[in-house]
């Protein structure tokens, strides 16, 4: 037994020591002290966890494990370990030549986990490709050791949760939500705008509809919001609708045969266009009457997009009113009562707005003079274009100045903008062929996608279950969202493997992984179980005569028991021992569609997926083995190559025949029709057989294709070389370029730079942890 790692907790009464050993169990170490001498030491088995580089306990009752191969995780210790019925060891108890002590390996007693921060290390393989057809590439991760390897999927992008998916009597246009008090913490109603009606949704244990709010459900809805401290106001086509407490309502029609097309709306001011780029305010006054403002303001072409801050806390109004025009314009327009209407600046775009979003970011705390504390930010203007563009404006607070304008493109479709609140600041929701959020996290902006599908209207949402969510719709349904983890570049999803991964490749085809598998020190499935029979009967047959039906039961127990071995560890087999299999992943389920295992002392090393000429639309895996392999001193008792063929649609590996090399076949790949092998030192090219692969040349006999190929082989020490063959010559020319460190990824021949003048070519290879 072989501690790896241990943490201490010391308080003013007492002090223990939590020692992990290498196959995860967790003993707690007691000391028996007499004055600063050591009399006694007690060990008593506490739990077992994954193997830790490093664990630290915390004050506040929390055990952190930080490991080098896999997640890092969070404890919470529950039990100190006491008052179970665990054997507890002492140094002062008397022990015989040859014995030792027992315990039994059990789930988690004293410990709980309460959080896992992922971890990739380390990452033995690793491809890009957008399998899933998602439009955006994904990564392809073969991490971890042992019983811990893992198959990860990463994603560029926030993770989102779906809390909860309601379909929709029709396709609804826009959705928001209001609260009945400007005190009260979460939502009361979800308002959903259809193209003739509106529906409006009750929040509580379950989502209602209700028709005594006060709203007009005959009519879609272009905006609703809170108004004052406990009013509503909807907008619609053909007026305003202002809606008191005590259910009593003031209506505002349009006049003649306007409507209004477009709206910006706040706590407590209401902004319409009508047709023809006339501008209406309204303000809402210290009795809670929402007033039309004397004078409007004619605009110089349609109104397409119109966006209102919020109301700063302890000022009446918003200052500024930002409109975007069908001109390619945006026009920043006072709403102070000094110049109220009039235009402060404006802003030329390379194409017509369709939205905009004036939020506060990026704040600091402060307190004022009363002693109150307040995030003062930075005031943003965000303007999402129809060519899929979008723009974000510095806007000055006191002259509404526009400056320092950056710009990103989102997606195909017109860009829209959504204001919604994360971290307790606000934050714009961008939505185009994808969905974005751009927000302030730990003094950093960030402009992440969403890894969701594609949304079309959206809204901050706030209840007991999610207090900073997202409502938003999708064709004909209703989707609450939630996103948790904030600041994270990429979000994951892990598939377990059985042993250490050591490369895959990627049929072509279908889109799956081809995955081996190899671990030292490990015994196979058959093997392992073989040996846990073999244990159990010797078991049986060391008992006496008077304890054989106990040791029965205990022979039986021990058969049964299936403890999870990316917990408690898988059972060690001895240096010299391999265990391997060859692995088919449907990378999007994260299924094994077939899997084979390897013969006991069999290690792969390599794989490849080609296509012989001969064989018409066949694909084929091969797979490099070493035999009996040693690691120190090395030695090697030969190797194999395995060839599989793929069937039922990709989804069968069948084994065709196996080939016998003299050394370990460290690399396969295809080349010209044919199979490039690295077997040791040597380099071979091998055509496919019918009992098994035929050698067709060796070294510098590289026979390829009439065009000019290069090939590129790195040894494991410290040198890089490339070959050039023809189909016309029988020798290979040649050239070598030494380098201080272990070539680990050689490049891409069709990435190189040829120059066609001088047959040359430049390349990057991957020595350690550089690239050249």
Known sequence: MIFVCSATHKTKSMFFFLAQTEQGDIFKVTLETDEEMVTEIRLKYFDTIPVATAMCVLKTGFLFVASEFGNHYLYQIAHLGDDDEEPEFSSAMPLEEGDTFFFQPRPLKNLVLVDEQENLSPIMSCQIADLANEDTPQLYVACGRGPKSTLRVLRHGLEVSEMAVSELPGNPNAVWTVRRHVEDEFDAYIIVSFVNATLVLSIG????????????????????SLLGEDALVQVYPDGIRHIRADKRVNEWKTPGKKTIVRCAVNQRQVVIALTGGELVYFEMDPSGQLNEYTERKEMSADVVCMSLANVPPGEQRSRFLAVGLVDNTVRIISLDPSDCLQPLSMQALPAQPESLCIVEMGGVEKQDEIGEKGTIG????????????????????VTGDLSDTRTRYLGSRPVKLFRVRMQGQEAVLAMSSRSWLSYSYQSRFHLTPLSYETLEYASGFASEQCPEGIVAISTNTLRILALEKLGAVFNQVAFPLQYTPRKFVIHPETNNLVLIETDHNAYTETTKAQRKQQMAEEMVEAAGEDERELAAEMAAAFLNENLPEAIFGAPKAGAGQWASLVRLVNPIQGSTLDQVQLEQNEAAFSVAVCRFPNTGDDWYILVGVARDMILNPRSVGGGFIYTYRLTAEGEKLEFVHKTPVEDVPLAIAPFQGRILVGVGKLLRIYDLGKKKLLRKCENKNVICSSELWVIYFGKVRFDASFAEGRMWATKGAGLRTTLENWVTTPPNPSTGTRNSGTQGCSVGIGTGSRVR
Do not use: A, H, K, M
């Open 378 to 397: 930075f005031l943003y203007l965000n303007i999402g274009l129809q060519n899929g563009v979008l723009l974000r404006t510095v806007l000055d607070p």
């Open 205 to 224: 244990e379950t989502v209602e509809e209700v028709t005594d709010s006060g709203f007009l459900g005959t009519t879609p809805t272009l905006s609703c």
